[in-house]
């Protein structure tokens, strides 16, 4: 349904807001792409019979979001929000988005120690039957949804040590807890990135369809002495995360 079809409801959220999440999607649809500019605030007051204070405080959130900026003498216009991130280093994602100024924030969808797939346990060099720790995450930056990841760590990097809880994965990092309580530090390894189309496992957590495009990244993360410390599976959303390569 295009932005100009949508309607506003009366028992619901505040109009503004309902107002921005018609744009919101409108944006990610791609009806608006990087360096358009929207209607201006009195079509959009006529088109949703709102007042210029409604459409004003939608703008704002918008903006907020970083995904318009407000320009003299031209309105409001579409901005790249895209996440780069460059295929030269290795770095977590707390990390990577600290780094680009962004808030990184994360929502555990479950972890423990479980039989790993047979792609795991290749990557990681474990025995048949090994059950490494699993981590199944979604990322984002400045609370906007970003990712999907679902990473496995050697299970004989512990030793006596207990993994990170749900909460602890939940407020941070991975790799920086794994540095702070384990001494191991994530210097290197490989990653494969590849084009695709959204899984049915991800579509609903990324909210996006079968037929929207993905990045897949496969990575395995070596600590300083080689050895292979975590593989995982990230699917980002193409609309709003891309690599970058620096020559």
Not at 89 to 116: H, N
Not at 135 to 142: H, P
Not at 195 to 220: F, I, K, M, N, W
Request: net charge neutral.
């Amino acid at each position: 349904m295009s932005w100009s079809t949508s309607a506003l409801v009366t028992n619901g959220a505040p109009r503004w807001l309902q107002l921005a999440e018609i744009f919101r999607r409108a944006i990610d649809a791609g009806e608006f792409p990087v360096g358009a500019t929207l209607p201006t605030e009195a079509e959009i007051n006529a088109l949703f019979g709102v007042s210029r204070t409604t459409t004003r405080s939608a703008m704002q959130q918008l903006v907020q979001e970083g995904l318009i900026k407000r320009r003299a003498g031209v309105g409001s216009v579409v901005v790249d929000t895209r996440v780069d991130q460059p295929v030269n280093q290795i770095r977590g994602f707390a990390e990577d988005m600290r780094s680009r100024g962004m808030q990184p924030g994360y929502q555990v969808l479950g972890c423990g120690m479980s039989p790993a797939s047979p792609e795991a346990t290749q990557a990681l060099g474990l025995p048949s039957g090994d059950r490494p720790f699993h981590v199944e995450r979604l990322l984002k930056a400045n609370e906007r949804l970003i990712g999907h990841s679902i990473s496995w760590v050697r299970p004989d990097i512990f030793g006596a040590k207990a993994p990170p809880t749900a909460e602890q994965l939940a407020e941070g990092s991975l790799y920086e807890w794994m540095r702070a309580e384990l001494g191991i530090e994530i210097v290197g390894g490989v990653e494969y990135i590849e084009a695709s189309l959204a899984t049915p496992q991800v579509c609903p957590h990324l909210d996006v369809t079968g037929s929207d495009p993905v990045l897949v990244a496969r990575r395995v993360a070596r600590a300083r002495d080689g050895q292979p410390i975590e593989f995982a599976i990230v699917t980002y959303r193409s609309d709003r995360y891309r690599f970058r390569v620096e020559l």
